[in-house]
């Protein structure tokens, strides 16, 4: 299934690499995204990427700061997120689409999700 890791306890301007490993499904089938889910928020759209690099998309408002990435070897996508700001902490999940969405309700497979907690 999917497996993120990588969260914690991070300072405010600091950098976080979350990880998504695909365990147990075939690479190929699904498209990877990340989502986010702060407390008393609805989970919002990251970022995904595709079977090809090419097809990446980010949905988040200032997507500079996040950078998503896969390695096929590994079978594991990235995000990394930096210039971590307070209102960055949330369950950070990944999720196993058919297509490149924000749209979490499209999502066929969820990850665990990962805290990731930024202090002021």
């Known amino acids: 299934q999917l497996q993120a890791s990588g969260g914690g306890l991070v300072k405010t301007g600091g950098s976080v690499k979350l990880s998504c490993a695909v365990r147990g499904m075939i690479w190929d089938d699904y498209v990877i995204g990340w989502f986010r889910q702060a407390p008393g928020k609805q989970r919002e759209g990251i970022s995904c990427m595709g079977v090809d690099s090419w097809n990446t998309e980010y949905y988040i408002s200032d997507k500079e700061r996040f950078i998503i990435a896969r390695d096929d070897a590994k079978m594991t996508v990235y995000l990394h997120v930096n210039s971590l700001k307070p209102e960055d902490t949330a369950v950070y999940y990944c999720?196993?689409?058919?297509?490149?969405?924000?749209?979490?309700?499209?999502?066929?497979?969820w990850g665990r999700g990962t805290l990731v907690t930024v202090s002021s």
């Open positions: 999720a196993g689409l058919i297509r490149c969405t924000s749209n979490s309700a499209e999502a066929r497979k």
